[in-house]
């Protein structure tokens, strides 16, 4: 059995592959070619059965093929792939003798296999026909040589052709001399109402002259016709026949007499015309199944499915009435969803609609009086959206409209289906799933779109860009869990300091993106609006959170963007954000900054010092610097570690700015352990020259990344041990803000610590919370009060009355105070008269190296008991 061949050709490649796959797999053989050209050559030599060509190719297209095979090879079918999908383009084609069209991309290998059934089984009609014909026109032909060469009359050549196709003949003038039977059946007229008149009695009037002409023309030459053409009946109904025309030569040579044989179309038409038809259907379910995907809601999916079927299937002449009735509070309603005004037909019975409703037939069809209703349940797992109902008082429906609603019926509800996966795809590739609120891929659309919507109408919209501080610690020290009930309620709670309209999307991890829509404001207004609701985040994050145990606070900080100011794009924009963000933190955490251009270049820079950062410790680029730390009696009891970090390319690099850049990157870590192991080396060393009769303490600073690591009390008391220092000699500087932020765990470890002897001082102190309360639980024995006090104390009342007030309170804890940053004799007076204990500052030196701090101890000394 030999399988149908089909020629694929197209330029692309991948795209003849794919076709080629899947029709071998249905047992197709399937041939290839690359352009126009190639595919001429082999409809000639291989004469496919089928021909799938792409409409635009380089060189010689589709059209070419087209051309060709109108004269060359009429009765090949010729799909055509368009991937232009310019509809002109398709007419082109079709008028060029296409016999199908698909848009590319063909998704759906089905469509395909739907159009080469179609078109194979029409060809096959037409060729049977037309071989049918081809066959008996030879033979009439014959016959009537014979006959004519014979002599013998004429009538029974005519009528000895029982068929079942129409013969005519005339004589040379063109008068119709014998009829068969046939033809008196296809024609009307009977034999005797025939004879004599011309054929030209049959003229339908939908050919013009021109046609005539050609057709007389081409028998002139050629001595023969053969075509398709509509003929009238007696009775005045047209109708199609394939007519060839034959002249018959006599004796002299010239044309003694015409045979017309004529076959009846209209069956073969009907046919054609419902394959035609039923290929319409199957577009439309396609486009069914298509809409399905471009609308997130069945409601208006089914709307413009049916719009669609009424567009495009008018003779279904049912759709005039179209209802949707659902079950609402046990009673059925409904609600006309095409809005049709007009005609109000009688309901369906609601049992019937009951019945319908619970039914697994796709559609149910009932009469009632003298209309007929068709009831397809629309449900799918999720959802139920009652029972369509589609119909009709036209009492002679045609039969093929039952089966297509039985396909409608099936197609709505699996479109639905495929609707809710893809709406359940569409929300889970655009929704965290931990907090449900929009991810970074659906804020990028909303942010485009809203870029755009901002340019056109000449507005500005503000991005915030929000980053918990330390929420690393969190997570490290109460775990993953209770981290993410910590995002779900500060989702929820930002959320309720927003508007409606605003936008709360997480990016991931700890950081969330405010999108507030563009409104018509100048960029200072749009500034301070933008302010007042950061400000208004900040207040719902800073209250405690309600963990599964703990209460826990965070703070947070913000980076603000202006766009369409500070980007074009929604990447630009975020980046810009983010960096006003990081700027922010820099800024000491909970707080709010704004991007401008100058930001850029800070950002860069903090990449750039990140990168060398990376690799100082192995270039011996650190070093830790020791500032001497005097008590009342100008003794230098102490110093706290400022570590320094010098190369070859940037200078001295201020802590200020790369230890923010080691804590974002994390390299905060082995850089403070590295550190920490080098102190204790030099107190080892101090220890062996005796200078802790001297030195009480040596401080350093504890950052809150490291502080929160698991290991971190482990790895203090290691180090001491391993240089054997003692653990009272060495002082841990932690801010407010870290122990705060989850004050169990933060006593927690200091207990751990303190037990073995290591001591706590709360740095920066004044600048955080400063609450009593927390103060009073903390296990600590020294507060700093922060340099900001100090540095202009002898300037500023206000800062007399806090480093008072922390004094006080210092003393009411027996806290020993530490002052920071004393760059004056007036500001040590002062302080001196209040008693406060230990100094720090520039007054009495900078950070030193350990030999400078070394000799700094050994000479310092009496100079400075003269000031004190
Ligand atoms: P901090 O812990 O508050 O350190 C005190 C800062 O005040 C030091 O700045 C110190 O040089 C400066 N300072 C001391 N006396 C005076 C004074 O009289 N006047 C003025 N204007 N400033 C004075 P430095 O060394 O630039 O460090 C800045 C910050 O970097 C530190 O603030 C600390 O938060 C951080 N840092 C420095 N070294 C380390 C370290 O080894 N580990 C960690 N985690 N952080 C460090
Ligand atoms: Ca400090
Ligand atoms: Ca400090």
């Not at 990028?444 to 929000?466: P, T």
């Amino acid at each position: 059995m030999s399988y149908p061949l089909i020629l694929t050709i197209d330029d692309e490649s991948a795209i003849r592959d794919s076709f080629c796959h899947y029709l071998e797999d249905l047992n197709y053989q399937v041939l290839q070619a690359c352009d126009g050209q190639q595919g001429i050559l082999k409809m000639e030599t291989a004469q496919p059965d089928l021909v799938l060509v792409d409409l635009r190719m380089p060189d010689s297209d589709g059209l070419d093929v087209l051309r060709w095979a109108k004269t060359q090879a009429p009765l090949t079918p010729i799909i055509v792939v368009s991937g232009t999908g310019v509809i002109s383009d398709v007419i082109e084609a079709l008028q060029l003798g296409a016999w199908d069209y698909l848009l590319k991309p063909v998704n759906d290998l089905e469509m395909l296999r739907l159009a080469i059934e179609r078109a194979l089984e029409k060809s096959y009609l037409r060729r049977q026909a037309a071989n049918y014909q081809q066959r008996l026109q030879r033979e009439v032909a014959q016959r009537t040589q014979e006959l004519l060469s014979a002599n013998r009359e004429l009538n029974i050549a005519a009528s000895a052709f029982n068929t079942h196709d129409a013969i005519l003949i005339t004589d040379a003038q063109g008068n119709i001399i014998r009829a068969n039977a046939a033809a008196e059946r296809l024609t009307g007229y009977s034999q005797d109402e025939l004879i004599g008149k011309s054929p030209s009695l049959f003229k339908s009037g939908k050919h013009d002259e021109a046609f005539y002409n050609a057709l007389w023309e081409t028998l002139h030459t050629t001595g023969q016709w053969q075509g398709e053409m509509w003929n009238r009946s007696r009775d005045g109904n047209t109708y199609p026949i394939w007519q060839s025309i034959t002249a018959v030569r006599g004796d002299s040579d010239s044309v003694a007499y015409y045979v017309g044989v004529s076959t009846d179309l209209s069956e073969l038409k009907a046919k054609e015309r419902m394959l035609e038809h039923r290929a319409q259907e199957e577009r439309v379910l396609g486009s069914i199944a298509n809409l399905a995907m471009k609308f997130m809601d069945s409601e208006p999916f089914i709307r413009q499915a049916l719009q669609l079927l009424q567009q495009q299937l008018p003779d279904l002449g049912l759709l005039s009435h179209v209802q949707l009735w659902h079950n609402d509070a046990q009673a059925w309603k409904c609600r006309d969803i095409l809005s049709l005004q007009g005609s109000v037909i009688t309901p369906p019975p609601s049992k019937q609609l009951a019945l319908a409703a619970q039914s697994n037939d796709a559609v149910t069809s009932i009469l009632e009086g003298t209309i007929r209703y068709f009831l397809i349940p629309l449900r799918s797992q999720r959802r139920d959206l009652g029972v369509l109902v589609l119909c009709s008082d036209v009492t002679d429906l045609d039969d093929a409209v039952e089966p297509f609603l039985v396909r409608l019926g099936e197609v709505l509800p699996l479109a639905m289906l495929h609707q809710e996966s893809e709406r359940e795809l569409h929300y889970q590739a655009n929704h965290d799933s931990l907090t449900a609120l929009p991810n970074r891929q659906s804020l990028k659309l909303l942010l485009e779109q809203q870029i755009s919507s901002a340019r056109r109408r000449n507005e500005r919209g503000v991005v915030l860009f929000l980053d918990l501080d330390n929420f690393k610690t969190l997570n490290d020290s109460l775990g993953h869990s209770q981290g993410d009930l910590l995002l779900q309620q500060l989702g929820a709670r930002v959320r309720t300091a927003l508007r409606d309209e605003d936008i709360l999307a997480r990016l991931g991890g700890d950081e969330f993106v405010i999108l507030l829509p563009p409104r018509p404001l100048e960029s200072d207004d749009t500034l301070n609006m933008a302010a007042h609701v950061a400000e208004k985040i900040k207040k719902v994050i800073n209250r405690p959170f309600q963990l599964d145990v703990h209460e826990y606070m965070v703070g947070c900080s913000i980076g603000v963007a202006i766009f369409p100011d500070a980007g074009n794009s929604s990447e630009e924009l975020l980046k810009h954000a983010d960096i006003a963000m990081y700027l922010a933190k820099a800024a000491g955490r909970n707080s709010v900054r704004f991007y401008s251009p100058g930001l850029q270049q800070a950002a860069d820079r903090r990449l750039y010092l990140e990168h060398k950062l990376r690799r100082a410790i192995s270039q011996s680029e650190l070093e830790p610097y020791f500032q001497p730390q005097l008590n009342h009696e100008g003794q230098v009891i102490g110093a706290e570690v400022l570590l320094r970090w010098h190369n070859s390319e940037d200078g001295w690099v201020s802590p200020a700015e790369f230890i923010p850049v080691a804590e974002e990157s994390g390299l905060i870590i082995p850089i403070s352990n590295w550190l920490l192991g080098e102190v204790c080396q030099c107190m080892k060393h101090w220890r062996d020259l005796g200078l802790f009769e001297q030195l009480k303490t040596v401080s350093i600073n504890v950052s809150p990344n490291q502080f929160y690591q698991p290991d971190f009390a482990e790895m203090v008391l290691n180090v001491i041990k391993r240089f054997d220092i003692s653990p009272e000699t060495l002082m841990l500087e932690i801010t407010e803000g870290v122990v705060l932020c989850n004050l169990e765990d933060s006593i927690e470890i200091m207990r751990n610590l303190g037990q073995q002897g290591v001591r706590f001082s709360l740095d920066d102190f004044g600048t955080g919370y400063s609450s009593l309360a927390y103060l009073k639980k903390l296990p600590v024995d020294e507060i700093k009060i922060d340099k900001s006090f100090i540095l202009e104390i002898d300037k500023n009342p206000d800062d007399v009355m806090i480093v008072d007030a922390i004094l006080s309170l210092a003393s009411h804890f027996e806290l020993t105070t530490v002052a920071e940053g004393v760059e004056t004799q007036e500001a040590l007076t002062m302080l001196r008269d209040r008693q406060c204990a230990v100094y720090q500052g520039f007054y009495f030196s900078r950070p030193l190296p350990e030999g400078e701090f070394l000799a700094f101890l050994s000479q310092g000394q009496s100079m400075l008991k003269d000031d004190l």
